[in-house]
């Protein structure tokens, strides 16, 4: 039952890629020179999370259009930025644009920025070189969670994007998209990091041992029993590994030589093919020490029914050795056996039957039969 759970978790996670590096600590902010500045820590962004995707992609805008571009997250902490923004990242966005399109979530188009009336209120409007400004929303489970921003400082970059203002639209809703693809992954990923932990964890607190091997046959995994079991307190991972069967076992458990660094051990259990889910886990064992499968079969000895020995199925020497000893502390049992059935027997004869009937009659019974005879 254990192995069959284990073998069904094992199957439902895939090679965890390589996680994107996250910044994971938020700071406050001090207001400084009228910009923009949130007053308490903020929970760190999707976007900042995969703030070199984000970092890609926005050169891959400017690259393209031949503008400036800045990307910022929900918190409006700019996570990238090209040509004139590029050393403002990491700090936080001045203008009221990305404020109301985070709000609102739909893109907008400010061909006259400073007289647009969200540049009214904007702290940076009398230092704003800005001849044109495309902002897009980026969505990840409808909400907003940052903004692309597309910025002229010519009149010329302006014109550019002017005529083909539809199809630079649609290429900058394509980066969106993309972007959230990204952050869809990255939390995909999360997940099954938590997923794999979990996994572990629970390996770590059974009783059997787990090793999980690759397709070069190197250990890439090895629960807590496992080094216990095997009385190994170094780290294992990576290490050769090689894995012979020896005879069928108890059940649906087989007899194993397992070999790891020049040492050899004796295991029962089940080794479990992974080999077309993942190149990580190709194979998976799962096991207990031959020597305390022992201990355990001479526990059966003790109880009120025996096991039969044609129930454990093996010719191996080791399953030999096994039987034999189960006869000899088992013989004492079944002379008892022998004896207690004979007893049994007599008491169930006719005749027994019969004087237990007539000594369970009372005295008032007898007393009653008298009287019948007597009339």
Do not use: W
Not at 14 to 42: A, D, E, L, W, Y
Not at 56 to 78: R, S, T
Not at 136 to 153: A, D, M, S, Y
Not at 336 to 355: D, T
């Amino acid at each position: 039952m254990f192995i069959g759970k284990v073998y069904t978790l094992l199957l439902s996670y895939k090679k965890i890629i390589i996680m994107i590096n996250r910044h994971i600590n938020s700071s406050i902010v001090s207001n400084q020179g009228g910009n923009f500045m949130p007053t308490k820590i903020k929970k760190v962004s999707y976007l900042k999370q995969i703030q070199s995707n984000v970092t890609k992609y926005a050169e891959v805008i400017a690259g393209v259009l031949k503008v400036d571009v800045e990307i910022v997250d929900n918190n409006l902490e700019k996570i990238s930025g090209t040509g004139l923004f590029k050393n403002d990242v990491n700090d936080y966005s001045k203008g009221r644009v990305y404020e109301s399109i985070l709000k609102e979530g739909v893109h907008r188009i400010i061909q006259f920025p400073r007289e647009n009336e969200l540049c009214q209120l904007c702290d940076a409007r009398g230092t704003c070189i800005e001849t044109m400004e495309i902002a897009t929303p980026i969505k990840f489970e409808k909400k907003n969670i940052g903004v692309i921003g597309l910025v002229c400082t010519t009149d010329e970059q302006k014109r550019y994007i002017n005529e083909n203002l539809e199809s630079h639209l649609e290429f900058l809703l394509q980066i969106s998209d993309l972007i959230t693809s990204k952050v869809l992954e990255y939390k995909n990923n999360e997940n099954n990091l938590k997923n794999l932990m979990m996994l572990e964890n629970i390996l770590d607190n059974i009783e059997n041992g787990v090793i999980g091997v690759n397709q070069k046959n190197k250990i890439t995994y090895i629960n807590e029993e496992g080094k216990r079991k095997l009385k190994v307190s170094d780290e294992l991972i990576d290490h050769d590994i090689r894995i012979d069967i020896v005879a069928s076992g108890i059940g649906d458990s087989d007899q194993y030589s397992v070999s790891i660094k020049g040492s050899t051990y004796q295991v029962m259990g089940r080794l479990v093919d992974l080999k077309s889910y993942d190149v990580d886990y190709s194979k998976i064992l799962i096991f207990s020490m031959l020597k305390d499968v022992r201990k355990k079969a001479y526990a059966m000895t003790t109880g009120t029914r025996l096991l039969a020995l044609d129930s454990i199925i093996g010719e191996s020497a080791a399953m030999m050795e096994i039987k034999n000893k189960i006869i000899k502390v088992a013989q004492p049992t079944l002379r008892f056996s022998s004896e207690e059935k004979a007893v049994r027997e007599k008491n169930s004869s006719p005749e027994r039957s019969i004087q237990k009937a007539t000594e369970k009659i009372s005295p008032s019974s007898e007393s009653t039969a008298r009287q019948s005879q007597t009339h």
